[in-house]
């Protein structure tokens, strides 16, 4: 079982920056593909962004895309999204994900363990 933790969200204004860090621990960080959530009041979890065990993949949400990068460091076991240019529709609970399998995904049934998230809050 990996346990994540996820940092560094925080109130923001428009067009300004944050770095998102998940701190996994447990079993072997680096056997998982892991991935960024979030959730917004009233509405469903949505994918975010995603990247493969081996770092070479990544996915990104049409919305974020370009704005947002995700990276992973398996030296210290953790995996950060960057977000820049940050909007007002941004503003939700971020939560990182570990997935059972290598290779990144969309998909919320491929993630078996999730973080309790971080709020990001972007001012308009």
């Known amino acids: 079982q990996v346990q994540l933790v996820e940092s560094g969200g925080g109130l923001v204004q428009a067009g300004g920056s944050l770095r998102l860090s998940c701190a996994a621990s447990?079993?072997?960080?680096?056997?998982?593909?892991m991935g960024w959530f979030r959730q917004a009041p009233g509405k469903e979890r949505e994918f975010v962004a995603a990247?493969?065990?081996?770092?070479?993949?990544?996915y990104y949400a049409v919305s974020v895309k370009g704005r947002f990068s995700i990276s992973g460091d398996n030296a210290k076991n953790t995996v950060y999204l960057q977000m820049n240019m940050l909007k007002p529709e941004d503003t939700a609970v971020y939560s990182c994900?570990?997935?059972?399998?290598?290779?990144?995904?969309?998909?919320?049934?491929?993630?078996?363990?999730w973080g309790q998230g971080t709020q990001v809050t972007v001012a308009s």
């Open positions: 990247i493969s065990r081996s770092g070479r993949g990544t």
């Open positions: 994900a570990a997935s059972e399998n290598p290779y990144a995904s969309r998909s919320k049934k491929e993630y078996t363990c």
């Open positions: 447990g079993r072997t960080f680096s056997s998982n593909a």
